[in-house]
């Protein structure tokens, strides 16, 4: 059974950081598009970032450009997500999730895997 465990979510003030870490359990890990999306309380859930096996050209949503960091570690079956000069609206619970697919990635339907969600808090 496929398994995406996230960890590394807390509480942080403004302008902080935190790494986000999730671990799958996929056969083929280096297969797979490996993407962070986010679901802030009372809104639906958004893309945040999204990265090919090769680690190259990631994806990112224009809300955390510049700010947000996606990678993996293909030996460790592990993606991340470094987020720095964190803001009160990137509160929410942070998802892990894996993929066959194409771009574009914005869509929920297309991801075949999810994680539990890990949750960050910033506050001002």
């Known amino acids: 059974q496929v398994q995406l465990v996230e960890s590394g979510g807390g509480l942080v003030q403004a302008g902080g950081s935190l790494t986000l870490s999730c671990a799958a359990s996929l056969r083929t890990f280096n297969t797979y598009i490996m993407a962070w999306l986010r679901q802030a309380p009372g809104k639906e859930r958004e893309f945040v970032a999204a990265?090919?096996?090769?680690?190259?050209?990631?994806v990112y949503a224009d809300s955390v450009k510049g700010r947000f960091t996606i990678s993996r570690d293909n030996a460790a079956n592990t993606v991340f997500l470094q987020m720095n000069s964190l803001k009160p609206e990137d509160t929410a619970v942070y998802y892990c999730?894996?993929?066959?697919?194409?771009?574009?990635?914005?869509?929920?339907?297309?991801?075949?895997?999810w994680g539990q969600g890990t949750q960050v808090t910033v506050s001002s």
């Open positions: 990265i090919n096996w090769t680690g190259r050209n990631p």
């Open positions: 999730a894996a993929g066959l697919i194409s771009m574009p990635y914005e869509y929920d339907s297309k991801w075949q895997y």
